[in-house]
């Protein structure tokens, strides 16, 4: 399978601005409607997670990837998933902290709220409009092992990039 990776997070978490900016468009994002396949990436109306009805969409497409992004809005309070939600997903997971450029963004907090729903991996904080961090993800979606993911996050010694494992 070709490496490829869905996004996941609530409603306006800011997924699809962080597809176009890994893809390199400077067009800005609409509401997403339905699942969007672009390249390398799946992406995902806020709905999906938010409302279990829509679970067993998120579980199909999970078939057709080989990581998922589980993303926080760092400005946002509470979070989306399920305690322990990626256990359930058997497929590489990648943390994704959004917006940190934001003056209300707590960083902590989203860490802290990604730790409940990754039982390991890499978390990256981010910010689309800023272009921080977002250089690490797409190397991050090449490898598909915890120990070879743990290596380059050591190797990268970046303040965007931290593993995590409980
Ligand atoms: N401050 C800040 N705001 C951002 C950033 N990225 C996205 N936003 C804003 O967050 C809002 C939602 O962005 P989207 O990318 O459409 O969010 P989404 O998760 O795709 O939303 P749905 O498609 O509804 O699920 C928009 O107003 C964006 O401009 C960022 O890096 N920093
Ligand atoms: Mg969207």
Partial sequence: MKNRVMIIGGVQAGKS???NTLLGKESSANKTQALV???????TPGEYIENPMYYRNIMATSL?????IYL??????????????????P???????TKIDAPDAD???????????MTQGPIVKTSSWKKLGVEW??????????????QFVKDCDSPY????SQ
């Fill in 17 to 19: 601005t962080l597809m």
């Fill in 37 to 43: 396949y672009e390249d390398w990436i799946v992406d």
């Fill in 64 to 68: 057709e990837v080989t990581h998922v």
């Fill in 137 to 150: 993800i797409a190397p991050l979606i090449q490898l598909h092992t915890h120990e070879e993911i743990q």
């Fill in 72 to 89: 926080q809005d760092a400005t946002s309070s509470r979070s989306v998933f399920p305690p322990q939600f990626s256990l359930g997903i």
């Fill in 107 to 117: 960083v902590e907090r989203a860490t802290g709220l990604l730790k409940n729903v």
């Fill in 91 to 97: 497929k590489i997971q990648i943390g994704v902290i």
């Fill in 161 to 164: 990039l931290m593993y995590c």
